[in-house]
């Protein structure tokens, strides 16, 4: 397949995006791989969620039973990489709360998302000395575990 271009992969993340706050479970479930990874921060949801399938679906129960709506605030892409980085407003009608946060999206070969990495602004739990996204694998993706020296 042909690389996808920025404009692409933008289209892609506002796609499913509005997908999300339709409710439309099957159509969240195209703009993902059928193993795809939604990853949270912890005691977030019961994520991770994996499948398209599955995220299509949870997300579709959050329009319904929390009157869930997206937007996307701003979105940069990498398309080298292919990567992007949304920030969003989650807006749950239902309990009047307004999220703002930010996902970290990869892509597939065939144009759909890979996997998602939710990020939310909100207070550090100061009872965890871990504040990371649950069932992420950070050290075996290479990412530091330590400070670096000084």
Request: some cysteine.
């Given at each position: ?42 005691d977030m949801y ?56 930010a996902e970290w ?6 144009g759909r998302i ?37």
């Amino acid at each position: 397949m042909p690389e996808q271009t920025a404009a692409e992969m933008e289209a892609r993340v506002r796609a499913y995006m509005a997908a999300c706050t339709s409710g439309d479970a099957d159509a969240v479930a195209s703009h993902l791989t059928t193993d795809a990874v939604h990853y949270f921060p912890p005691d977030m949801y019961d994520g991770p969620w994996r499948g398209g399938a599955l995220i299509g679906a949870r997300w579709a129960e959050a329009v319904a039973e929390r009157g869930s709506s997206w937007t996307v605030d701003a979105i940069v892409v990498d398309a080298g990489r292919r990567e992007a980085v949304c920030e969003w407003t989650h807006f749950k009608t239902v309990a009047g709360v307004v999220l703002r946060g930010a996902e970290w999206y990869e892509f597939a070969d065939d144009g759909r998302i890979s996997e998602i990495r939710a990020y939310y602004a909100s207070p550090q739990d100061k009872s965890l000395d871990r504040l990371e996204l649950g069932g992420m694998a950070y050290a075996e993706r290479g990412y530091p575990m330590a400070p670096p020296a000084r």
